[in-house]
């Protein structure tokens, strides 16, 4: 008896157990309703899952580490306005020019160049980069599967994922970190940049490409992970899907950046005091990130490229063959052409 109490403590975290049975009557529409029934369902597997998605941030969380605290620093004024300060000060010294000189005169210690320390960030860097498509190939094959209620064994299916999408997810995952270094270094440099009109403009429009990149990323790796297609592709549909899933899509964002607000706020209050406050976050974040955005995506992947397919002619397996929706589409139209000239 003492034994099994022990075990039932630690099915929190179990990777590979099923989950309890679903009232067959029940209404599955995948609404708000829904996916509070549902997430609460799947929470400990969601924390299952958080913990292989922990891999996805590790690399950034050790490069800063060492960037902050064991390369070597020297002074550096934050304020490029010191300098002039200061010869002011030296050239004719005034309660104003000292005034200003000590407002001014705030240092940073910032990392030295040329140490070994940048090729250590380097190589997580690299580490990370290689990695993350079959990261979140694998992450969203198991979010897909929970939204879906399939049964789900996560370590298991998490490099299951990884084997099938192996090409695939390497590719796009090079391709998913290019545009979001591009997109993220237009972004500060026109921020930072005078503020001339033409700059106001660059910088509304970078913003406007991140926001739909980012609507485009909830279903790009869902599609790979759902049909044989080809990674543009996938980026193509993913674009329109960001038209047509639009109310899902502001619901997803809006829970993105509710979930974000949680974790963020409570480390800059008690971060001082308490420094689990930068650790609860790691927890629970990724995983919940993930299942909030396939809940919003897989409704209209769906509806769009997986009910077209005629029931006559069901898949073989879960995984479907598709090009893109209009393929689907005009599949599916010559299918009732078809029907009514027999008719």
Not at 22 to 50: A, Y
Not at 225 to 242: G, P, Q, S
Not at 313 to 331: A, F, L, M, R
């Amino acid at each position: 008896m003492e034994k099994k109490n022990r075990l039932k403590k630690f099915k929190l975290f179990d990777m590979n157990r099923d989950g309890k049975g679903i009232d067959p009557g029940e209404d599955r529409t995948p609404n708000l309703k829904f996916f509070f029934k549902q997430f609460g369902r799947k929470f400990s597997k969601i924390l299952s899952l958080n913990m292989l998605m922990i891999f996805q941030i590790l690399p950034i969380i050790a490069a800063v580490f060492i960037y902050l605290f064991v390369t070597p620093t020297t002074p550096t004024h934050v304020h490029p306005e010191y300098t002039v300060l200061y010869g002011m000060d030296f050239a004719s010294s005034s309660a104003t020019t000292s005034t200003n000189l000590g407002a001014f005169s705030y240092q940073l210690g910032i990392p030295e160049y040329g140490t070994g320390v940048y090729w250590a960030i380097g190589i997580l860097i690299g580490i990370l980069v290689l990695t993350y498509g079959w990261q979140k190939v694998a992450s969203v094959y198991i979010t897909r599967g929970l939204v879906r209620g399939d049964s789900v064994f996560i370590l298991s299916d998490f490099f299951y994922a990884i084997k099938k999408n192996f090409r695939q997810g390497f590719f796009f995952g090079l391709i998913d970190c290019l545009i979001m270094f591009i997109l993220g270094f237009n972004l500060i440099f026109f921020l930072n940049s005078p503020p001339t009109m033409r700059n106001v403009i660059m910088q509304g429009t970078t913003l406007a490409l991140i926001c739909i990149y980012i609507v485009m990323r909830f279903y790009i790796y869902l599609m790979l992970v759902t049909f044989n297609i080809k990674i543009f592709k996938a980026m193509k549909n993913a674009l329109i899907f960001t038209i047509l899933g639009i109310k899902r899509n502001l619901l997803a964002c809006l829970g993105l950046i509710i979930v974000t607000a949680i974790a963020v706020v409570p480390m800059l209050l008690l971060l001082p005091k308490f420094g689990v406050a930068l650790v609860l976050p790691l927890i629970y974040y990724l995983g919940t990130c993930s299942f909030i955005y396939t809940y919003a995506a897989y409704p209209v992947v769906k509806k769009y490229m997986i009910d077209p397919i005629p029931e006559n002619n069901p898949p073989k397996s879960n995984d479907y063959d598709s090009e893109d929706i209009t393929d689907e589409v005009e599949q599916v139209e010559a299918i009732e052409n078809e029907a009514e000239t027999e008719n």
